[in-house]
């Protein structure tokens, strides 16, 4: 084992390994490993400027016997086989997983031959990477992005690092022994928090490259790791109320017919969106003049009552459309490997635009800027951003960046940093990754099912999406899939989500109300009226009483509108999310810890949704101080458990007392 100091990095050499430690950041280091002469260049995730910071920094090398570097309160030591432990404030809290003869402190598995970096050469490429560390009894796992499960405490389970419609990979974790590390990588992989150990693996790499921080809470790890990724800009208040949208609005008309009804009904409207096939053919990226005669037109109307407006974007491109050859001959579409040069199957044969190709963005951007920006959209809704495959086959997608093994966990960052450096406006988005949040990202939650189990899913989802450093999260209302609106079921759901939604960062209206029963415009095989639409989905669709709730639970939602405003703010400076786990708030409290079925909203108000049909009533924990209830304005002192009415009109939410 050869070490050796280079800059402020620790470094070692053994065998065809070379390792790199450098201080990264606040209590931080990123840790770099690789099987090839020189490291590879790029930081992925780890964009932002490095600060300047009064951290200690110190490397100590034992001659070929150990070595260590320091970097504030994380410190990382390396003994004469390079198997590394980690220490917070002189604390072990972390160790490489290694059973091998070179590990005499452990002789009873020195015959398994296992060892914490692992590295299998792939035939006539790269490798592929398994990185090891030892489990910890009692540690609980948070973050890495969204996973469509209840689970919000992650250890045990087996996580795939890659995008999909509804899974959105973002690899950072927050542990509870106070550590926070992120899988430097934007390829695909699995990580598995066992019992018995902790395993990353990438399925094709050029080197291993991860990042780790140390501090007090949780609070303060995100805003370490933000510092180093990226945060989110600052919301505009003017986008913090009700958001409009259905599948679909086929017409101009029908947008501007639903704006003046809530207009005469007295209900602010402050974003209204139109959804897919609103266009002739997928990457045409312009609107069908037969259905939308005047968008400029319709945008100004909307603007005068003080309504911003979305329109959807896909990143698919129909071999049919107009801008397919061009767009084939510049190189500037995702490339299949074998078979069949197609990757998107849904209302055409397509192909995927190459959003890793600078020339692929600028050309996206100005055909949007051209054919919607220009008349007046204030916003865009980039959906398939995964990219959605027609199947996720990804050894079978190459990009000009790499093949998508190696990097496609990238693609919708690069997609929505497209538009925001444009715009520097906001995008709802259908995925992202490591540092999506400083490019304006607002992700959700997918096309989920209309059911109360899904309700539980997207929970833990927007928690865990939030301290992976993504601040800004919705969800479809009711969720996206309903097979029959009329459902008496349904509409309790409707209604406690949307009571959920109020107590999120944004509240939007979406869904796919079926059944399936409204003829489409046109019989023709393209264009504007050529796709079904689901039913009505506005506030007023669903009866007088849910009409009446609903309205009550907008009014409350407008009222919050300030404070809102303030988590903004707070997310823009510190990177703190607005859905907060318990712990987040109360880290010293163990049994915040525990509770997967409440949270808070900003630091002042605790949520617990209902999230089963039929209920009227639920538990909800109260932490150390004095909390209000919304409801009655009874006052509760905290550290018990309470029962707490909830009925039809509202969910039971608390106001924290200082």
Not at 73 to 96: A, N, P, W
Not at 569 to 575: K, L, Y
Request: proline share 5%; hydrophobic share 35%.
């Amino acid at each position: 084992m050869r070490f050796w100091k280079e800059n402020e990095s620790l470094m070692w050499k053994h065998q065809y390994e070379t390792v790199m430690i450098t201080p990264w950041g606040k209590n931080a280091l990123r840790i770099r490993a690789t099987m090839y002469p020189n490291f590879a260049e790029q930081n992925w995730a780890l964009e932002e400027p490095i600060p300047n910071t009064t951290d200690d920094r110190f490397i100590e090398i034992n001659g070929k016997d150990s070595a260590s570097i320091t970097n504030g309160r994380l410190c990382i030591k390396v003994d004469f086989s390079g198997i590394m432990t980690f220490y917070r404030d002189g604390q072990k809290f972390l160790k490489e997983y290694h059973r091998d003869y070179d590990q005499p402190s452990c002789p009873e598995s020195r015959c398994l031959k296992i060892r914490g970096r692992e590295y299998k050469p792939i035939p006539g490429g790269e490798y592929a990477l398994k990185v090891r560390f030892e489990s910890n009894d009692g540690e609980r796992i948070y973050g890495m992005g969204q996973y469509q499960q209840s689970y919000l405490d992650l250890k045990g389970c087996t996580l795939e690092l890659a995008q999909r419609n509804s899974q959105i990979s973002i690899p950072f974790a927050v542990s509870s022994l106070g550590y926070g590390f992120l899988w430097n990588h934007p390829g695909v992989g699995n990580v598995i928090f066992g019992k018995n150990y902790t395993e990353w693996e990438a399925k094709t790499t050029k080197q291993m490259d991860y990042w780790i921080t140390v501090d007090d809470n949780p609070a303060k790890l995100l805003q370490n790791y933000t510092e180093m990724t990226g945060r989110t800009p600052m919301i505009s208040e003017e986008l913090l109320g009700l958001w409009q949208c259905k599948l679909r609005y086929r017409t101009q008309e029908e947008v501007l017919s639903v704006a003046r009804k809530y207009k005469e009904l007295g209900i602010p409207l402050d974003v209204i969106v139109i959804d897919f096939f609103h266009w002739t053919r997928q990457g045409d990226w312009k609107f069908d003049k037969e259905y939308w005669p005047d968008p400029k037109a319709m945008c100004d109307e909307l603007h005068a009552m003080g309504t911003k407006v979305v329109v959807s974007v896909w990143p698919t491109v129909d071999k049919k459309s107009e801008n397919f050859e061009e767009m084939l001959e510049r190189g500037l579409l995702i490339q299949t490997e074998r078979g069949s040069n197609q990757t998107y199957e849904f209302q055409g044969d397509c192909l995927t635009i190459d959003l890793t190709n600078p020339e692929a963005q600028t050309y996206l951007w100005e055909k949007c800027k051209k054919n919607y920006y220009d008349y007046g959209i204030d916003m865009f809704w980039l959906d398939n951003a995964e990219p959605d495959y027609g199947v996720y086959d990804f050894e079978n997608y190459r990009y000009q960046l790499g093949s998508a093994l190696e990097v496609s966990n990238l693609y919708p960052k690069l997609y929505v940093k497209t538009f925001y450096e444009q715009t520097k406006s906001l995008s709802l988005v259908r995925c992202g990754w490591a540092g999506s949040q400083k490019y304006a990202s607002l992700l959700w939650s997918g096309d989920v099912p209309s059911t109360f189990e899904s309700l539980k899913d997207q929970i833990s989802a927007g928690l865990n999406a939030g301290l992976a450093g993504i601040p800004w999260w919705t969800t479809d209302i009711g969720g996206f899939m309903t097979d029959d609106v009329a459902d008496e079921d349904f509409k309790e759901l409707l209604l406690r989500w949307f009571e959920f939604a109020v107590f999120s960062p944004i509240l939007r209206m979406h869904g796919d109300r079926g059944p399936h029963d409204i003829p489409p415009l046109s019989d023709k095989e393209w264009g504007g009226g050529s796709l079904y639409t689901g039913h009505a989905n506005e506030l007023w669709s669903y009866g007088e009483e849910a009409f009446d709730i609903m309205k009550k639970q907008l009014d409350l939602r407008l009222s919050l509108k300030p404070y809102i405003k303030q988590l903004m703010r707070e997310a823009s400076e510190t990177g703190a999310p607005l859905l907060r786990t318990m712990f987040y708030e109360f880290p010293e409290d163990p049994h915040c810890w525990e509770l997967e079925d409440q949270y808070m909203f900003g630091s002042q108000y605790l949520v617990a949704p209902i999230l089963q049909l039929g209920l009227r009533e639920r538990k909800v924990y109260l932490p150390a101080g004095d909390w209000k209830n919304m409801s009655d304005n009874r006052i509760y002192e905290g550290e018990k458990t309470i029962f707490c009415d909830a009925p039809i009109d509202q969910i039971a939410v608390f106001e924290r007392l200082v």
